[in-house]
C-alpha cells in the first residue's frame, strides 16, 4: 500500500472486553511505532518495534497493553479489560530508521477506541 | 528523562502576523528535535528537523542547547498553516517522544 493502514478506524466496546488493533506499515520500514492521542495530552508514546523486537516497552501504560510484531510488517496492539480511560485514538507509525535516529515518521490515519 | 514541553495549548493570531510556537526539552545528551503539524482531517506529518536547517513552507526552527528549546517561527502567518503542531525530541536510538501539542489559529 501507499502509507500506513490501521484497522479498525472505529472500535466502541464496552468495559471489560479485549480489543485488538492492527497496523499495517509501509513496505520495507523497519521500525514501527505505537501512539495514543489523547484530547488535551498530545501524544503518549506506547512501544517502538525495530524488526520484530520491541527494545522499548516503557510507555505501556499497564500490563492490559501488549503489542507484536510479526515478519518485521504487520503489528498488533491488544488492550484486555478495557477501561474507559483507554478511550482514545490509537496511532501507529513507521520508518526506515537505520542506526541512530529515528528518521521521518509516517502515520497512519488512527483507530479511535471509545470504551463505554 | 526525556520530555518535551509545548507551553502554549492555543496560538491566535491574524493572517500576516509572525508566528512563534514555544519548545523546550529536557535531554541529557545530545537531541535530535522535529515539528510535526497535523493538518484539519489529514493524517499526522512532518514538517522539519533541526539537521536539515530548512525552510518548510516559511517555517524556520533554531536548536538552542543553552537554552534546550526549538521554537518554531514564520514571519507573516497564513490561513492554511491552520493546523496542530507538536514538536518531538529523540534522544538516541529510534524512539521518539512528542509534547502536548499547540493548536495555531490563524484568522483572516
Known amino acids: 500500500g501507499a502509507g500506513v493502514s490501521q484497522s479498525p478506524s472505529n472500535k466502541v466496546t464496552e468495559k471489560g472486553k479485549d480489543v485488538e488493533l492492527r497496523c499495517d506499515p509501509i513496505s520495507g520500514h523497519t521500525a514501527l511505532y505505537w501512539y495514543r492521542q489523547s484530547l488535551g495530552q498530545g501524544l503518549e508514546f506506547l512501544i517502538y518495534f525495530q524488526g520484530n523486537s520491541a527494545p522499548d516497552k516503557s510507555g505501556l501504560p499497564s500490563d492490559r497493553f501488549s503489542a507484536e510484531r510479526t515478519g518485521g510488517s504487520v503489528s498488533t496492539l491488544t488492550i484486555q479489560r478495557t477501561q474507559q480511560e483507554d478511550s482514545a485514538v490509537y496511532l501507529c507509525?513507521?520508518?526506515?530508521?537505520w542506526g541512530r535516529g529515528p528518521g521521518e515518521l509516517f502515520f497512519g490515519e488512527g483507530s479511535r477506541l471509545t470504551v463505554l | 528523562a526525556q520530555r518535551v514541553t509545548q507551553p502554549e495549548k492555543l496560538l491566535s493570531v491574524f493572517k500576516g502576523a509572525p508566528v512563534e510556537l514555544k519548545c523546550n526539552y529536557s535531554y541529557s545528551g545530545s537531541p535530535e528535535l522535529f515539528w510535526y503539524v497535523q493538518y484539519s482531517r489529514q493524517r499526522l506529518q512532518l514538517l522539519l528537523r533541526?539537521?536539515s536547517r530548512e525552510s518548510i513552507k516559511g517555517f524556520t526552527a533554531d536548536l538552542n542547547k543553552g537554552e534546550t528549546s526549538f521554537h518554531l517561527k514564520k514571519p507573516f502567518a497564513q490561513e492554511e498553516d491552520s493546523a496542530m503542531y507538536y514538536c518531538a525530541l529523540s534522544g538516541g536510538y529510534n524512539k521518539l517522544i512528542f509534547g502536548a501539542g499547540t493548536r495555531l489559529a490563524v484568522h483572516p
Open positions: 533541526h539537521i
Open positions: 507509525a513507521s520508518s526506515l530508521a
